[in-house]
């Protein structure tokens, strides 16, 4: 049987969110739902897998409440469940940058269809950001696009503050996994004064997902916070592994390189590895190992 792996967030004035979280996580604990659901005064985000019946019991129990009605979940499907457990957490936002006074609730940029999508950025006045932090723009990203070296998202603004000018770059279109990024990030532009602000409605997935291959213009691969790692056109599973030492995405290549230890480091880390992290490294490996083989029997 095959699980529906289900993607969705809402920005929504959200008072009453603390309330929601008991009944939450009983519902999905119930509907043997596992994976993440974050709860804020500004919204809901989630990325949750379970059975056809299960995500839809989910979304009709959301949906019930007006301001969730127009809920629309990304959806794809795994033959295993991509997380290993069930986490309902309140948060002080549901996707971190650190800037209070940014509300989408407010204001957004103008989004733009999978379809019109390709049209906006071959425009030589369009300056294109990929929003995402860099090890997940490494492994692929549009043609063309802006890489703002971000190790989180809470670094977005000081690349926008030095490097980005409304004068210079009038129309600005920026684009994120799943597109909520982008919510907080089109917000934060357009106070920043920019006045052509676009991004991609429903982010790399949903482009992925509807875009064909001959006419995508999408390099690599996206990176994705679940075990599938990485995803390409078609959302088909991608080549990736994750790092069990540093949880960076790791390529064939990577593998065969000297500073690739499996279930330890790779060449993104073996070169600050201490002796008591290879330790834990390699007594948590070998757990893993002997999990398998008796799971195997």
């Known amino acids: ?125 369009v300056t294109l950001i990929d929003t995402r932090n860099d090890y997940e723009v490494q492994i692929g990203s549009f043609r063309g696009a802006q890489n703002p070296h971000t190790e989180s998202f809470r670094d977005f603004p000081d690349y926008v503050k030095t490097h980005l000018d409304p004068q210079k770059h009038p129309k600005v279109a920026m684009f994120c996994t799943g597109g909520i990024r982008c919510e907080k990030a089109t917000a934060f532009m357009l106070k920043q004064g920019f006045q052509e602000v676009y991004h991609l409605q429903g982010g790399i997935l949903k482009y992925l997902e509807e875009v064909p291959e001959p006419e995508s213009l999408w390099e690599g691969e996206c990176f994705v916070f679940d075990q599938r790692i990485a995803v390409k056109t078609g959302l088909r599973p991608g080549s990736y592994d994750l790092c069990a030492g540093c949880g960076y995405p790791i390529s064939e290549a990577d593998k065969a390189s000297p500073e690739y230890e499996e279930g330890i480091c790779c060449p993104h880390c073996g070169d600050r590895l201490t002796p008591e992290k290879r330790a834990r490294q390699q007594a948590k490996h070998q757990q893993s190992q002997l999990k398998k083989t008796k799971d195997n029997k």
Not at 16 to 33: F, G, K, T, V
Not at 41 to 70: F, V
Not at 93 to 117: A, F, H, K, M, R
Request: with cysteine; proline share 8%; aromatic share 10%.
């Open 1 to 125: 049987m095959s699980l529906v792996v289900a993607t969705f967030y809402h920005f929504f004035p959200f008072a009453d969110y603390a309330q929601w979280r008991s009944p939450l996580q009983a519902l999905c604990e119930q509907q043997e739902i596992k994976g993440t659901i974050l709860l804020a005064a500004e919204g809901i985000n989630a990325t949750i897998a379970g059975s056809r019946s299960a995500i839809d019991t989910l979304l009709a129990y959301l949906r019930s409440d007006p301001r969730l009605s127009d809920l629309t979940p990304k959806e794809s499907t795994a033959p295993d469940y991509p997380f290993d457990r069930l986490k309902v957490r309140l948060k002080s936002e549901i996707v971190t940058l650190g800037q209070p006074d940014v509300n989408p609730n407010e204001q957004v940029g103008t989004y733009v269809s999978p379809q019109d999508w390709n049209q906006l950025i071959s425009d030589p006045e």
